[in-house]
């Protein structure tokens, strides 16, 4: 059975593996741009899902830009929550599930050790807030709503740590990075692969189904900032590593504060959906290669 999806977004890391990965699942894809369908328009995205036929509803659009949000909290509200809940309503109505993808932000990172999905949320910035209300909104929409909540994303394309790490090793700049703060980071194309292996059962099971309500996935293992900065270093530039300095966050002041142990624990995924995580460090070297496969091409 071919699921048809509709995709909101087009650009970012996970819309663009969700897109190149569709390939390999009997899923066909319909994926809208921002110039197609306006994020801050709740009423016109809705519309979108009403006039387009489908039996799944991604949601892969968001306001991720963390610092920002302090001073855009209203427009970070509207993309990252009214419009998903407007969307999850019109899923609900025309029969289609939704997946919402969220954000281990939406924890203080004061517990200490790995925060389950029942775990009591408290976010400390605007973006944790706004995804935060996106979950609840998503849920309280459509009873078939899968929320994915991640951490740490990363890919060969885009904007994200990896890129940002490379990019100042090149400038010859000094690297100094946080070592106060954990988390699991995440590929980009692990994320996508799991919630299109999910497609199938998503656009058949009825509401009440495991599969929906709130699920964490991350690659396996936790890590500092800068010990995850020194694999990429290690991995990519081998001998030409730079040195890392590890900084506190008090060092580091940023308009949002961070969760200090932000790491989000996956037992469900593997109990629920008998799915495994691969290490980070492996999901690594999968991206590094592809950045130097774009750099020999790109000579």
């Not at 994020?39 to 809705?46: G, K, L, N, S």
């Not at 142990?261 to 592809?290: C, M, N, Y």
Request: net charge negative; proline share 5%; hydrophobic share 50%.
């Amino acid at each position: 059975m071919t699921i048809r999806a509709l995709q909101f977004g087009t650009t970012g890391q996970l819309a663009l593996e969700l897109l190149a990965q569709a390939r390999d699942f009997d899923i066909e894809i319909v994926a809208l741009s921002r110039a197609e369908a306006d994020f801050t328009d709740p009423q016109a995205c809705a519309a979108r899902v009403a006039a387009t036929p489908c039996d799944l509803v991604v949601i892969a659009a968001a306001y991720t830009a963390v610092d920002q949000a302090e001073a855009e909290r209203d427009l970070a509200l509207r993309v990252n929550a009214s419009t998903p809940a407007a969307i999850a309503a019109a899923a609900q109505a025309k029969g289609a599930a939704v997946v919402y993808v969220s954000t281990d932000y939406v924890f203080d990172g004061a517990k200490g050790v790995a925060y389950a999905e029942a775990d009591p949320v408290s976010p400390v910035n605007a973006y944790g807030e706004t995804k935060l209300k996106g979950e609840q909104g998503v849920l309280a929409g459509a009873a078939r709503a899968f929320v994915v909540r991640t951490s740490w994303v990363v890919s060969s394309h885009g904007k994200n740590f990896i890129k940002t790490m490379l990019r100042l090793a090149g400038e010859g700049r000094a690297i100094r990075v946080v070592d106060d703060q954990f988390g699991r980071p995440t590929a980009a194309r692990d994320l996508a692969r799991f919630i299109l292996s999910q497609a199938e059962r998503l656009a058949a099971a009825p509401a009440g189904d495991p599969v929906f309500g709130i699920v964490h996935f991350a690659n396996a293992g936790a890590v500092s900032w800068k010990a995850f900065a020194e694999e990429i270093f290690a991995q990519a530039l081998g001998a030409d590593a730079p040195a890392v300095a590890g900084i506190p966050t008090a060092d580091y002041p940023t308009p949002a504060r961070r969760p200090l142990h932000g790491v989000l624990d996956t037992a469900k995924l593997q109990d629920t959906f008998g799915v495994t995580p691969r290490s980070w460090r492996d999901a690594l070297a999968e991206i590094v290669a592809e950045l130097k496969l774009q750099q020999r091409s790109a000579a």
